[in-house]
């Protein structure tokens, strides 16, 4: 079969949905994945697609295992979110969604760190009008905190680039070892997309106000995009497991305190990318495959939490915990495929979480790393207490508030379906998953003590749940806005600047005033000197003789100070 780069597919399908209509737009933008998988499925084992440009070869097109891997999931990924947005269709949102998903492509399959710059710069430039496209003042706000973020991360990853043409080092996506300059500033270019701590606001600010399609594609693709990257570029950098153990650890407290659901999600995201990140850190092929089988498994079940909240948004207006609640009575499909989500999250046996997040515990084992594990077993139970229980108990369950919605439109629930059949299909069945993964799996998921161990843990913090729910322990959730790292520049930075703007404002008006009274007393002098009875002004012969003086003692003083100098 004759195939073509991956990102072409979806460069079409966007174009030829600028000039389509209605139906027939739907019908493009549904299709575009499908011949995506069609032209993936032709172009594996193919040799690499090199173009020359400027002088230097760029490889588009460069096919293994692991980008293969990437390429289904994000494939899956588009298709979801496309059924799922002809809910309400919109030609700005779903062309966006397309060439979002072409500069995925483009970036998964890059042989060369030019070609990733590239494609690496579109998926910002692109992204940015999903969050536009709700319209709000909250959505412009974020979408230029979010543009200001994605572009940093391009110069960063440029300013790399730059310096290893410089040094003449070679620029394959092949790995790299965590030394000089350019190592560095492709790390931090790859950590602002991928959320390591401190870089990590762009998500919760951005994410919960984007439009219910574009939080279901954005979730799936910039970060395992980045995840990707990392895992290609950086295997078994040390420094790695310490970053993904802070990302899986703080944001549980967060999204304990939050209202907001889609934003309790965005901190749930950071937690299980950093899972992720540890199995790269650890570097053995046992914790690349978790990290990799675990980014599958999380783009499907984190895409399907996403999309629930997204219905129940779509249909109620309304988001946050404490206005939300009793909603199983009229949305009971969405209520049964949000708990579906929420299994998988928790890693419940026989749901997709399991078998995909134990491989990066079991790593850390392994390699002798046992207090990673037990950071690892202590998020896994933060996990279910903050997106397993409270994201399906507080919008569905918990206490009743008088919300009788419908239940959520068709392509929704169609897309859902797919999302939670995939979960449960995978943790069933998760040889179809190992088959994929960039290393051959020998590992089993279904054992006595893994199981036991697992249902165990799951037990204790469901307990812990109740326990602190019942007991009023557990701090409220509050409509509102809590700020951790984006304090500094959603808080301090504005009144720094509105500061120093009024210290500047008084200072101009203070020099303002010195000068005109300065200004006010030359004028005064003048006037005493030259006007009609001043003294110079008597005979004009005098005045001429000053100035001629004056002149003449500047050009002497002049001169003497350059003959000082030599």
């Keep these: 079969m004759i195939s073509v780069a991956p990102f072409i597919v979806f460069l079409v ?57 990437f390429g289904w999931l994000f494939h899956l990924a588009a ?88 040094q003449g080092r070679s620029l394959d996506m092949a790995p790299m070892e965590l030394e000089g300059l350019a190592a560095w500033l492709i790390l931090l270019s790859l950590g602002i997309k991928a959320g390591f701590p401190l870089l990590h606001n762009w998500i919760t600010d951005t994410y919960p106000e984007a439009t219910v399609t574009g939080t279901v594609i954005m979730s799936a693709l910039t970060t395992k995009t980045a ?10 950098t040390e420094i790695l497991i310490y970053i993904g153990v802070s990302m899986t650890l703080f944001p549980i407290f967060y999204a304990v305190i939050e209202d907001d659901l889609r934003r309790v999600l965005s901190y749930s995201v950071i937690n299980q990318l950093g899972f ?21 498994a999380h783009v499907v079940y984190k895409s399907l939490l996403f999309m629930s909240m997204g219905a129940v948004l779509h249909r109620t207006g309304r988001i946050g915990a404490s206005e939300l609640g009793g909603l199983y009575r009229t949305m009971p499909r969405t209520t049964v495929m949000c708990i579906i989500g929420a299994s998988s999250i928790s890693a419940f046996p026989l749901f997709s979480g399991f078998v995909s997040k134990a491989m990066v515990m079991s790593a850390a084992l392994q390699s002798g790393h046992e207090w990673v594990w037990l950071a690892l077993l202590f998020a896994s139970a933060g996990v279910l207490h903050h997106a397993g229980i409270k994201i399906p108990f507080c919008a569905f369950f918990g206490h009743d508030s008088g919300l009788r919605p419908k239940e959520a439109p068709r392509p929704m629930l169609i897309a859902m379906a797919i999302a939670s059949f995939s979960c449960i299909f995978i943790g069933i069945f998760p040889g179809v998953l190992y088959g994929m ?15 036991v161990t697992q249902l165990q843990l799951l037990l204790f913090a469901a307990l812990c749940f109740v326990v602190l729910r019942l007991t009023r322990l557990e701090p409220a959730e509050r409509p509102g806005v809590n700020l951790d790292v984006e304090w500094f ?69 002049v001169f003497e100070l350059a003959l000082g100098s030599r």
């Design 13 to 69: 399908g966007a174009l030829l949905a600028c000039f389509a209509r209605g139906r027939v737009r739907d019908a493009i933008v549904v299709a575009t994945p499908i011949v995506g998988a069609l032209n993936l499925w032709a172009l594996d084992g193919s040799a690499p697609t090199i173009i020359t440009l400027f002088g230097r070869e760029l490889i588009l097109v460069e096919v293994d295992r692991l980008s293969m891997l």
């Design 79 to 166: 298709f979801l979110a496309l059924i799922y947005g002809l809910h309400r269709p919109n030609k700005l949102e779903q062309v966006t969604c397309l060439l979002y998903a072409a500069s995925t492509m483009g970036a998964i399959f890059a042989g060369d760190l030019l070609t990733l710059f590239m494609f690496w710069e579109g998926l910002g430039l692109t992204s940015v009008f999903l969050v536009l496209a709700r319209g709000t003042r909250r959505s412009e706000k974020a979408a230029i905190r979010y543009l200001l973020m994605q572009i940093a991360s391009g110069m960063l990853l440029l300013c790399g680039i730059v310096v290893l043409i410089g």
């Design 227 to 236: 995840i990707y990257v990392l895992a290609r570029l950086f295997p078994g």
């Design 276 to 296: 992720m990140v540890t199995g790269i850190g650890i570097g053995t092929n046992l914790a690349i495959n978790g990290a990799v089988s675990h980014a599958f």
């Design 437 to 451: 993964l960039p290393y051959e799996v020998t590992y089993q998921p279904y054992t006595f003590e893994h199981v």
């Design 489 to 557: 520049y959603r808080y301090m930075l504005p009144r720094i600047a509105r500061a120093l703007r009024a210290t500047l404002s008084r200072a101009r008006l203070a020099s303002g005033a010195a000068a005109e009274q300065i200004l006010g007393a030359g004028i005064g002098l003048v006037t005493r000197l030259h006007g009609p009875r001043g003294v110079l002004a008597r005979d004009p012969l005098g005045s001429y003789a000053l100035i001629v003086i004056i002149a003449l003692f500047a050009v002497v003083l």
